[in-house]
């Protein structure tokens, strides 16, 4: 894009004072910034908190497949899942771009160290726990890792270092999360350098899209995979290409599946599975309302007891369908480091603007039909969130020594 084109397109929306400092910057610093306004999409900052496409419709209850009939038929979907891994129909992508600031650390989430006896990252137990299933069904499942601009170089590197836990790294692809523009209030982008645009990443929403840009639905078409299991860096118990899982979606003809928890409590801050207008949907725990949160099955218990734990499949194909539609946009008021008028660099200690993110969760309205696939929450639901109390590094590492893990 040159700079007849950039000005153009940055007119439009209302945002040539990103060309204020253009002429005394150093050439290289002039095409990064050209670059930067070609690729994103300023076409977001129309939305704010009070007008965003983020809205819900009419909620219902959505019945889950639970532990005793998931049990009963555990040999058949097992045996339909493993056929599929071994044809090379199954791959993963793990959303890894996060920061372990919320455990004092400066490094990726997943380089967070676990142990207590020995090293145990969190990579280590996901890793650990695929090659569970590499084992299981003798052949190998490919991995996409999404980093993001902060944390790729770091998270690269690591998986080298420790020669990727005994993965085969030709099974290993990492890709870089795609971002939006940030802005202030009236949807004004905010510059970080005098020759760089504020962005933030797109939201685990984008994780399909940004894999797109980044080539490698190339591998996806090429080896012929016709199902995707997309998961949260944080669960250090989750089962990953879960082949039960697998196929029990397959059985029951559904095009999506979610790993879901029998709630602790109706306000346990997970969303729960349900019907959104008729169509498979999550409602978040801060959208149940009190009428929702006493509401029973037919069978007397809580309508709305089943909650996501961020680890889905869809097949293929509808994302590749999802990934031409606009998802739900969500604004989100944060503090935004930026240079003022005057070229200083000021960081806010509140909020001062938006970040624009879409949310996997949002894709699940976008399919027919979602298995609510129950999984035991004390064998496959320990995520760290927190240094210690709720869902942390104290309570993951009990759930590890109870499920025999050594650390």
């Avoid at 306000?267 to 978040?284: F, T």
């Avoid at 097949?315 to 480091?337: A, C």
């Avoid at 027919?368 to 639901?381: H, P, S």
Wanted: negative net charge; contains cysteine.
């Amino acid at each position: 894009m040159n700079y007849k084109e950039a000005y153009e397109k940055l007119e439009k929306y209302g945002q040539l004072h990103v060309l204020k400092y253009y002429e005394e910057l150093p050439e290289e610093k002039k095409d990064s910034l050209l670059n930067q306004v070609a690729e994103l999409d300023f076409e977001i900052l129309k939305y704010s908190k009070e007008n965003t496409t983020n809205r819900k419709g009419t909620v219902s209850p959505l019945a889950a497949m639970q532990l005793p009939e998931i049990e009963t038929n555990k040999e058949e979907y097992t045996r339909i899942g493993v056929e599929e891994i071994r044809k090379g129909k199954i791959a993963a992508v793990l959303l890894a771009g996060g920061m372990g600031t919320r455990l004092g650390s400066d490094h990726p989430k997943g380089m967070f160290d676990i142990g207590l006896t020995k090293p145990v990252y969190i990579f280590q137990r996901i890793i650990e726990n695929m090659l569970d299933v590499v084992r299981q069904a003798g052949a190998w499942v490919y991995l996409f890792v999404m980093t993001s601009d902060k944390n790729h170089d770091m998270t690269v590197n690591f998986f080298e270092e420790k020669e990727y836990f005994g993965y085969n790294r030709d099974f290993v692809k990492f890709f870089i999360q795609d971002v939006v523009p940030a802005s202030d209030f009236d949807g004004k982008v905010y510059m970080e350098e005098k020759w760089k645009i504020a962005t933030s990443p797109n939201g685990n929403g984008g994780w399909f899209s940004s894999m797109n840009k980044c080539g490698l639905l190339d591998i996806v078409r090429k080896d012929g995979v016709e199902w995707i299991n997309v998961f949260a860096v944080d669960n250090v118990l989750q089962r990953i290409a879960d082949p039960c899982f697998v196929g029990a979606t397959i059985a029951n003809e559904c095009v999506a599946g979610a790993k879901v928890v029998k709630k602790n409590s109706p306000d346990e801050r997970v969303g729960a599975l349900c019907l959104e207008d008729g169509r498979p949907s999550i409602v978040e725990y801060y959208e149940l309302t009190d009428e929702m949160k006493k509401a029973k099955d037919a069978d007397g218990n809580p309508a709305y007891d089943f909650g996501v734990i961020l680890n889905y499949i869809f097949r293929t194909d509808k994302l590749v369908e999802i990934m031409d539609r606009q998802l739900p946009l969500h604004v989100v008021e944060k503090q935004i480091p930026y240079r003022d008028e005057d070229g200083r660099h000021i960081e806010p200690d509140v909020p001062n603007g938006y970040k624009y993110e879409t949310l996997v969760l949002d894709m699940i309205h976008e399919v027919d039909t979602c298995l609510a696939y129950e999984v035991d929450r004390e064998k496959e639901f320990a995520p760290i969130k927190n240094a210690t109390g709720i869902d942390s590094v104290e309570t993951a590492r009990e759930l590890c020594k109870k499920n025999g893990i050594a650390l």
